[in-house]
């Protein structure tokens, strides 16, 4: 019972975690391999629903059949509804088409990564917390959130996630999962052997003046010469800065959306994209084949297997739909602010929040969010974009993360080139606009916005 479910379990999960344009890729090798499996959305007529099996009782698996059948038949009227609601043009065809010859196929870092995960020892409660960090690591290789924001906003003990991550930066590419430039370097420092190497230590300690080149002035800081550290400098620079680059194709990626957010009456209305998904059924080829008598138990057998998998792809593909739907639903629910009047109105939101209200796992979410866009009235956002967590300010408001790397960004924007502002200089104005942020959180925002420190922005 285990073997045969676990195979459909993995299949639905990936269902819920892969994004739209690979979904339909996933839905065609299935239909490739399942022959009762047709795509309603492709015909151009209406088809008609024929009613459901008799029940026959010389054969025990008939009355399971009759089941099966009876559910494609709602999946019918479900899917002939909505078609007689938006009728499939040539067009649309055309931009199915569109979107099919555009997916990319190369292997995804996330995905490299995953493979590693299966063949370790991990247990299967941290292989959720490993699926969670992985999905939190961007294209560059780095993890995009703290540890104990992730603990905050998935309810995980945080040595639990520490443990996990160190198990992951152990993964190639090498500096995979750091948190920041810094770590990244020295991940692959200490993999080379050179931990107490000349190199880690500009690294750990001088890294923002490395790219001021006095060499001179950091000989004098680490009791070196200035051709050592030159030397040091030259090797630092052939390390990689972005391990998950060589994962990412130079091609041009479409990102389509899952929902789109539309008001309505003065209230947001969240709509799925279900376009782009193949309306599957049952074959009325095969349902006739298992009515006619002439039809052997081993051709019956053979077809009820098929029919299984693929009803249980088709309330898959349902599954992820109202998953990812009732996700939004909450995310728009919270985000109001956010659709009127933009980013600054964004509010703290975590993944167990949403999970309560949806009635579903931490994992869940993460998984349902991964690669999945929302297109809103202020643009297009992937769905984890709204997933921060807050900060209190001094009137006791609690305000995004972002909100903060947003102040951030306007304050270098408007600095005077002449005189950049410093990260404590920085601390002290959000402070004046009520924003309560420690100095390294301000320097670390600042990183992830890849903005240069203030002495390397001078003049610029």
Same mark, same amino acid.
């Given at each position: 019972?285990?073997?045969? &479910?676990?195979?459909?379990?993995?299949?639905?999960?990936?269902?819920l975690?892969?994004?739209?344009?690979?979904?339909?890729?996933?839905? +065609?090798?299935?239909?490739?391999?399942?022959?009762t499996?047709?795509?309603?959305?492709?015909?151009?007529?209406?088809?008609?629903?024929?009613?459901?099996?008799?029940?026959?009782?010389e054969?025990?698996?008939?009355?399971?059949?009759?089941?099966?059948?009876?559910?494609?038949?709602?999946?019918?009227?479900?899917f002939?509804?909505?078609?007689?609601?938006?009728?499939?043009?040539?067009?649309?065809a055309?931009?199915?088409?569109?979107? &099919?010859?555009?997916?990319?196929?190369?292997?995804?870092?996330?995905?490299?990564?995953?493979?590693?995960?299966a $063949?370790?020892?991990?247990?299967?409660?941290?292989?959720?917390?490993?699926?969670?960090?992985?999905?939190?690591?961007?294209?560059?290789?780095?993890?995009?959130?703290?540890?104990?924001?992730?603990?905050?906003?998935?309810? @995980?003990?945080?040595?639990?996630?520490?443990?996990?991550?160190?198990?992951?930066?152990?993964?190639?590419?090498?500096?995979?999962?750091?948190?920041?430039?810094?770590?990244?370097?020295?991940?692959?420092?200490?993999?080379?052997?050179?931990?107490?190497?000349l190199?880690?230590?500009?690294? +750990?300690?001088? #890294?923002?003046? #490395?790219?001021?080149?006095?060499?001179?002035?950091?000989?004098? #800081?680490?009791?070196?010469?200035?051709?050592?550290?030159e030397?040091?400098?030259?090797?630092?620079?052939?390390?990689?800065?972005?391990?998950?680059?060589?994962?990412?194709?130079?091609?041009?990626? @479409? *990102?389509?959306?899952?929902?789109?957010?539309?008001?309505?009456?003065?209230?947001? *209305?969240?709509?799925?994209?279900?376009?782009?998904?193949?309306?599957?059924?049952? =074959?009325?080829?095969?349902?006739?084949? $298992?009515?006619?008598?002439?039809?052997?138990?081993? !051709?019956?057998?053979?077809?009820?297997?098929?029919? +299984?998998?693929?009803?249980?792809?088709?309330? =898959?593909?349902?599954?992820?739909?109202?998953?990812?739907?009732?996700?939004?639903?909450?995310?728009?629910? *919270?985000? /109001?602010?956010?659709?009127?009047r933009?980013?600054?109105h964004?509010?703290?939101?975590?993944?167990?929040?949403?999970?309560?209200?949806?009635?579903?796992?931490?994992t869940? !979410?993460?998984?349902?969010?991964?690669?999945?866009? $929302?297109?809103?009235?202020?643009?297009?956002?992937?769905?984890?974009?709204?997933?921060?967590?807050?900060?209190?300010?001094?009137? /006791?408001?609690?305000?995004?993360?972002?909100?903060?790397?947003?102040?951030?960004?306007? &304050?270098?924007?408007?600095?005077?080139?002449?005189?950049?502002? =410093?990260?404590?200089?920085?601390?002290?104005?959000?402070?004046?606009?009520?924003?309560?942020?420690?100095?390294?959180?301000?320097?670390?925002?600042?990183?992830?916005?890849?903005?240069?420190?203030?002495?390397?922005?001078?003049?610029?």
């Amino acid at each position: 019972m285990q073997m045969t &479910l676990a195979p459909q379990l993995r299949q639905s999960l990936e269902l819920l975690q892969v994004p739209m344009l690979e979904l339909r890729t996933l839905v +065609r090798e299935e239909m490739e391999q399942n022959p009762t499996l047709e795509d309603v959305s492709t015909e151009t007529d209406q088809i008609e629903i024929e009613p459901g099996l008799t029940k026959t009782e010389e054969q025990e698996f008939d009355d399971e059949f009759k089941v099966l059948a009876e559910l494609d038949d709602e999946w019918r009227e479900y899917f002939s509804q909505d078609m007689a609601r938006r009728p499939y043009t040539s067009d649309d065809a055309a931009k199915r088409q569109f979107f &099919l010859d555009s997916l990319p196929q190369g292997l995804t870092l996330q995905q490299h990564l995953m493979d590693q995960m299966a $063949m370790t020892e991990l247990k299967e409660a941290e292989r959720q917390v490993a699926e969670l960090l992985i999905g939190s690591i961007n294209d560059d290789g780095y993890l995009t959130s703290p540890l104990d924001a992730l603990s905050q906003s998935a309810g @995980y003990d945080l040595a639990t996630l520490e443990t996990v991550a160190a198990v992951i930066r152990d993964f190639d590419p090498i500096g995979v999962g750091a948190i920041n430039l810094r770590e990244c370097l020295l991940l692959q420092l200490n993999r080379l052997g050179m931990g107490d190497s000349l190199e880690a230590r500009l690294v +750990r300690d001088h #890294l923002d003046a #490395l790219g001021t080149r006095k060499f001179h002035d950091l000989a004098r #800081l680490t009791k070196s010469t200035p051709e050592e550290i030159e030397a040091a400098v030259t090797f630092i620079a052939t390390l990689d800065p972005k391990p998950g680059r060589r994962f990412s194709s130079d091609a041009t990626h @479409y *990102v389509l959306p899952e929902v789109s957010v539309q008001k309505v009456d003065d209230e947001y *209305v969240v709509i799925l994209n279900n376009d782009q998904i193949p309306h599957l059924h049952i =074959s009325d080829h095969y349902r006739d084949m $298992m009515q006619n008598p002439s039809s052997t138990s081993e !051709v019956k057998a053979y077809i009820r297997d098929k029919v +299984r998998a693929g009803m249980f792809l088709i309330k =898959s593909i349902n599954q992820r739909q109202q998953t990812i739907f009732n996700i939004a639903t909450e995310i728009v629910k *919270v985000q /109001g602010d956010f659709l009127d009047r933009g980013v600054k109105h964004l509010r703290p939101l975590t993944m167990s929040q949403v999970a309560d209200v949806v009635g579903i796992h931490e994992t869940t !979410v993460s998984r349902a969010i991964a690669n999945k866009y $929302m297109q809103t009235p202020q643009g297009t956002f992937e769905m984890k974009y709204f997933f921060t967590p807050g900060y209190t300010m001094a009137d /006791g408001q609690s305000v995004s993360n972002e909100v903060i790397k947003d102040a951030i960004q306007t &304050l270098i924007d408007e600095e005077d080139p002449t005189a950049p502002l =410093s990260d404590q200089a920085i601390t002290g104005k959000l402070a004046e606009a009520g924003y309560k942020v420690a100095r390294r959180t301000v320097a670390k925002y600042r990183e992830e916005l890849k903005l240069l420190p203030s002495h390397l922005r001078k003049g610029f």
